[in-house]
């Protein structure tokens, strides 16, 4: 299984970027599909992005789209979520996760691996 390492989250204010990253560790995400997903508090964990195993296809969730863009590198070995004019209500924990079985899914139970979460809190 490729294990799932997200890095980049912190507090930035309204209106700011931030550039989340998860890394593979132990194999590259060749074949896999990736997607962000997020969870604040008291609220059910809801997709954000996902990019298909090629890189070429996307698909946003309403709430992020046209400011949010993910991406994977060549190599396979990371996947970023630039997050550009960030409000408060994008405050979460942020997750990446892996689907080797569909191509870019918007449902969390369809992903098999899941890296552990970077906070992300966004100040008015």
């Known amino acids: 299984q490729v294990q799932l390492v997200e890095s980049g989250g912190g507090l930035v204010q309204a209106g700011g970027s931030l550039r989340l990253s998860c890394a593979a560790s132990?194999?590259?995400?060749?074949?896999?599909?990736m997607g962000w997903f997020r969870q604040a508090p008291g609220k059910e964990r809801e997709f954000v992005a996902a990019?298909?195993?090629?890189?070429?296809?996307?698909v946003y969730a309403d709430s992020v789209k046209g400011r949010f863009t993910i991406s994977r590198n060549s190599a396979k070995t990371t996947v970023y979520l630039q997050m550009n004019s960030l409000k408060p209500e994008d405050t979460a924990v942020y997750y990446c996760a892996a689907d080797w079985k569909h191509d870019g899914s918007m449902y969390d139970h369809e992903y098999d691996n899941w890296g552990q979460g970077t906070q992300v809190t966004v100040s008015s």
């Open positions: 990019v298909s195993w090629s890189g070429r296809n996307t």
């Open positions: 132990g194999r590259t995400f060749s074949g896999y599909a």
